[in-house]
């Protein structure tokens, strides 16, 4: 079974940083594509970011020039590095990966908080 856990959520001011971390626990052969999405207060879930397994990234109009996608395949983990926050990007942060066993596997995991407040 796969398992995906998310970190780094947290409270942080208007205008600071904070990286959320994604990593891919269990039997799996391999990791292709990983994307952050996030669903705010009264909000539909919303793609953020995604990277290939190539590490092609691709952003959110509202990430771009303010948050980094990142993976280190060695540890089965993507990363979001996430700038100059507003109000707007308070949400519960998800990460998702499509994973190969035997067949291909849409995993999600359990979703970090992150709350941009003064």
């Not at 953020?48 to 280190?72: H, L, Q």
């Not at 308070?90 to 003064?118: D, F, M, Q, R």
């Amino acid at each position: 079974q796969v398992q995906l856990v998310e970190s780094g959520g947290g409270l942080v001011q208007p205008g600071g940083s904070l990286r959320l971390s994604c990593t891919a626990s269990g039997t799996f052969a391999s990791i292709s594509a990983m994307e952050w999405y996030r669903q705010g207060p009264g909000n539909q879930r919303e793609l953020v970011a995604s990277i290939t397994k190539f590490g092609t990234t691709k952003y959110a109009e509202s990430a771009k020039g303010r948050f980094t996608v990142s993976r280190d395949s060695t540890k089965n983990t993507m990363y979001l590095h996430m700038n100059d926050l507003e109000p707007s990007d308070t949400a519960v942060y998800y990460c998702k990966a499509a994973v190969w066993t035997h067949v291909l596997n849409e995993v999600w995991g359990p979703g970090t908080p992150v709350t941009v407040s003064s």
